[in-house]
C-alpha cells in the first residue's frame, strides 16, 4: 500500500513554516492518540502523523523528501539516520524510548475523584435529586489555562525548541540510539513563560468548588458507587477530564433493616393477640398495611408481605418485608387481671407456686444441689 504525502497527512501546505507544521501536528496528534481516541485504526492514523512529523520537522529529511519522496526520506535506514529509520521514535512515542518515559506532550486523561456521601435510610430506599459541592481543579480564570501573567508572552522554550523533550545520543554497535527525555526547563510542556499567572502560579489551574446536580437512584444500597462522567480532575495537553465517583453511605433506621432488597422487622402483640388471633397494622416503607395473626401464634413467628421492600436498582419491582412477631409480657398488672390469669392457669392445669416461678437464681442451685 503506497504512502500518503507527508503534507497532505498533515494538512498543510508545502510552504508551511516549522511553527505551522508542529501546530499542525499537536493537534493531529491530540486527536488520534490511542489513549483518547478508540476507534479501530484512530493508532494506524497516529503513527501516519508521526511519521509524517518526524520527516518535515527534521530540516534535512524535509529537504531530501521534497526532492525524493518517501524514498528520501529513509535514506540512512537503520545506522545511517539517527533512530533506526523513524521506527523508535515511534516506539517512544507509546513507550517512552530507552528512558523509559512516556511522551510529555502526550495527551492525558485527568484523575479521578471520589466523594463520599451519606444519605437516609429512605432517601436510598426512594431516590432523591440533589445538588452537592466538590472541590476539584479547574482552568484559571485569570490567564485562561496559560499559565502566563496576562499581558505577557508564552514563548516556545528555548531549550527543546518546543518538543518537550531532550535528546540524548548514544552510539551503539547496532547504530545511534536516541533516548527522550522531559525537558527541564519547561518541565515537559514546550513553552516558556516569562511571567508567571499570580492567580496560579503558573500552573494554568485554580481550586474551585463546583456544584453538581445528581440523582440518587431508587434502591441505592450502602457501599454502592455511582460514576458521573467527566466530572475528574482537568486532562493534560487537551486530553480528556477523569470521571466523578460517588460513593453512598446509607444510615441505619430505627425500626427497619435492610438486606439487598428485603426489609426486616419485630413487631410486638400482646398475649390476647397472640392466643386469640387478631388483624393488627403493621409499618411498611409504603405506609401501614393490614396482617392477620392467626390464634395460637409463638413469639418469634415470620411473616412475609410481598412486594413491600425496596425497589430493585434500574428495574421494577420490588423485594420483601419480613414481620417478626414478639409477644410482649405485661409487666404491670392490677389485682383483677392477676387474679384472671390464676384462673387461666388452674382452668389449663398450670400449678402456680405463690404467685412466681422460681427465680434463675433458684433454679441454678438446685442444678448445683443436684435437685434437678
Known sequence: MSKRDYYEVLGIEKSASEDEIKKAYRKLAR????????????????????????VLSDPQKRESYDH???????????????DFGGF?????????GGGGRRNPNAPRQGDDLQYTMQIE?????????????????????????SGAEPGSKVETCHTCNGAGQQEVVQNTPFGRVVNRRVCPTCKGSGQFVSV?????????KEKVRRKIHIKVPAGVDDGARMRITGE????????????????FRVKAHEFFERDGNDVFCKVPIT???????????????????????PAGTQTGTKFRLRGHGVPYLNRSGKGDQHVKVVVVTPTKLD????????????????????GHEPSFFDKMKKVLRGEI
Do not use: W
Open 88 to 96: 523508535g521514535d515511534i516506539f517512544d512515542m507509546f513507550f517512552g
Open 232 to 247: 475528574g480532575e482537568l486532562g493534560a495537553n487537551g486530553g480528556p477530564p477523569g470521571d466523578l465517583y460517588i460513593v
Open 196 to 204: 508567571k499567572c499570580s492567580k496560579c502560579h503558573g500552573s494554568g
Open 335 to 354: 389485682d383483677r387481671q392477676k387474679e384472671l390469669l390464676r384462673e387461666f392457669a388452674e382452668i389449663s392445669g398450670q400449678e402456680m407456686h405463690g
Open 31 to 54: 486527536k488520534y492518540h490511542p489513549d483518547v481516541n478508540k476507534e479501530p485504526d484512530a493508532e494506524q492514523k497516529f503513527k501516519e502523523v508521526k511519521e509524517a512529523y518526524d
Open 68 to 82: 525524493f519522496g518517501h524514498a528520501g526520506a529513509q535514506q540512512g535506514g537503520f545506522g545511517g539516520g539517527g
Open 121 to 145: 435510610f429512605k432517601e436510598a430506599v426512594f431516590g432523591k435529586e440533589m445538588d452537592i459541592e466538590i472541590p476539584k481543579e479547574a482552568t484559571c480564570s485569570k490567564c485562561d489555562g
Open 271 to 293: 398475649f390476647a393477640q397472640a392466643a386469640l388471633g387478631d388483624e393488627i397494622e403493621v409499618p411498611t416503607l409504603d405506609g401501614k398495611v393490614k396482617l392477620k395473626v
